[in-house]
């Protein structure tokens, strides 16, 4: 028959000795990026006139900076394709090509060693060598292999622990059993960083970092509980009732909610998002060192 790994089974209430898997982490991690640049080559069609096959420079990271202690939680937020997978690749040291700027982890680089101790959970992971279904039992489901998936990372002790989008796919009660299980992990000195798309309200403040990602170009990095705080004091508050993590993509859409009901002819509206993705960026650069819990 099959076997599985529960991890819901495995989450201690506050009068029972913590399970294994939640006892305090053997080496503590503090994960520090800055400036973290990465370039792609992007080939172009051979152009038929000049027989020339011409490439060019795509940027997918502009220079992202922050930092994680241990205990500690990191949600990346951001649209689709704005380079938060590309973020956790790097930070997990797996990334190839032209990456630029700086990760340490205890303030020093990436070493085998530190690969050993860190616990990934992508969407690409698929659970090898683990009886998961039986003849007489369909296969697990999307959202049942992604929990396994998490459950054999966290089996080894892992420091730091990257996961990419670890609820996606999955009703809200079983995202926040999820999370509640990370957040546990977090408490007993790992240090955990997770691309997550639009987080619920009780979800989001589990978190105690947040990087606000579009287009690879940090719009914030700070304590979760200052979020909003930071984008009020430049004058991006929201006046219509909205989730923190719909308000924060829209505003990493270049959508300004505070002008929901301005006029902005329809051909004017991709100008109109650039330039409030840029104002906002050129803020975030400006106000780097007065946002609390950079390091
Ligand atoms: N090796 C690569 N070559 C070309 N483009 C890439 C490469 N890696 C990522 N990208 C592009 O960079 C952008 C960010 O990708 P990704 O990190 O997967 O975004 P996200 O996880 O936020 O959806 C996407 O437009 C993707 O197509
Ligand atoms: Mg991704």
Same mark, same amino acid.
């Given at each position: 028959? +099959?076997?599985?790994?529960?991890?819901?089974?495995?989450?201690?209430?506050?009068?029972?000795?913590? *399970?294994?898997?939640?006892?305090?982490?053997?080496?503590?991690?503090?994960?520090?990026?800055?400036?973290?640049? $990465?370039?792609?080559?992007?080939?172009?069609?051979?152009?038929?006139? *000049?027989? %020339?096959?011409?490439?060019?420079?795509?940027?997918?990271?502009?220079?992202?900076?922050? @930092?994680? #202690?241990?205990?500690?939680?990191?949600?990346?937020?951001?649209?689709?394709?704005? +380079?938060?997978?590309?973020?956790?690749?790097?930070?997990?040291?797996?990334?190839? !090509?032209?990456?630029? !700027?700086?990760? &340490? $982890?205890?303030?020093?680089?990436? %070493?085998?060693?530190?690969?050993?101790?860190? !616990?990934?959970?992508?969407?690409?992971?698929?659970?090898?060598?683990?009886?998961?279904?039986?003849?007489?039992?369909?296969?697990?489901?999307?959202?049942?292999?992604?929990?396994?998936?998490? +459950? =054999?990372?966290?089996?080894?002790?892992?420091?730091? #622990?990257?996961?990419?989008?670890? &609820?996606?796919? #999955?009703?809200? *009660? &079983?995202? =926040?059993?999820?999370?509640? &299980?990370?957040?546990?992990? @977090?408490?007993? !000195?790992?240090?955990?960083?997770?691309?997550?798309? =639009?987080?619920?309200?009780?979800?989001?403040?589990?978190?105690?970092?947040? #990087?606000?990602?579009?287009?690879?170009?940090?719009?914030?990095?700070?304590?979760?509980?200052?979020?909003?705080? $930071?984008?009020?004091?430049?004058?991006?508050?929201?006046?219509?009732?909205?989730?923190?993590?719909?308000?924060?993509?829209?505003?990493?859409?270049?959508?300004?909610?505070?002008?929901?009901?301005?006029?902005?002819? %329809?051909?004017?509206?991709?100008?109109?998002?650039?330039?409030?993705?840029?104002?906002?960026?050129?803020?975030?650069?400006?106000?780097?060192?007065?946002?609390?819990?950079?390091?």
């Amino acid at each position: 028959m +099959g076997s599985e790994i529960d991890m819901e089974s495995q989450t201690c209430s506050s009068d029972q000795e913590p *399970t294994a898997i939640f006892k305090n982490v053997n080496r503590p991690v503090f994960l520090k990026f800055e400036d973290v640049v $990465y370039t792609v080559e992007i080939k172009k069609a051979r152009c038929l006139k *000049t027989k %020339s096959k011409k490439s060019e420079e795509r940027n997918i990271l502009k220079g992202v900076t922050g @930092a994680v #202690l241990p205990g500690e939680m990191l949600a990346i937020l951001g649209p689709s394709g704005s +380079g938060k997978t590309t973020l956790l690749t790097s930070l997990g040291g797996r990334l190839s !090509g032209q990456l630029s !700027g700086s990760i &340490t $982890y205890n303030d020093k680089p990436f %070493s085998n060693q530190m690969k050993r101790n860190m !616990g990934r959970s992508f969407e690409a992971t698929k659970c090898k060598n683990i009886i998961i279904s039986g003849p007489m039992k369909r296969g697990v489901s999307g959202g049942e292999r992604k929990r396994v998936s998490i +459950g =054999q990372e966290i089996l080894i002790n892992p420091s730091p #622990l990257f996961l990419d989008k670890p &609820t996606s796919g #999955l009703d809200s *009660t &079983t995202a =926040q059993r999820i999370v509640s &299980t990370l957040w546990e992990l @977090a408490r007993g !000195g790992r240090t955990v960083a997770m691309a997550i798309h =639009q987080p619920s309200s009780r979800l989001f403040y589990m978190f105690h970092k947040v #990087l606000l990602l579009p287009d690879g170009n940090p719009l914030f990095f700070g304590k979760g509980a200052s979020v909003m705080d $930071y984008f009020s004091s430049i004058a991006y508050s929201p006046f219509v009732h909205m989730t923190l993590a719909d308000y924060l993509l829209d505003l990493a859409n270049g959508k300004n909610v505070a002008d929901a009901y301005a006029c902005v002819p %329809s051909n004017e509206v991709d100008k109109e998002q650039k330039a409030v993705k840029d104002a906002l960026a050129t803020s975030y650069k400006s106000n780097l060192a007065h946002i609390e819990g950079r390091d």
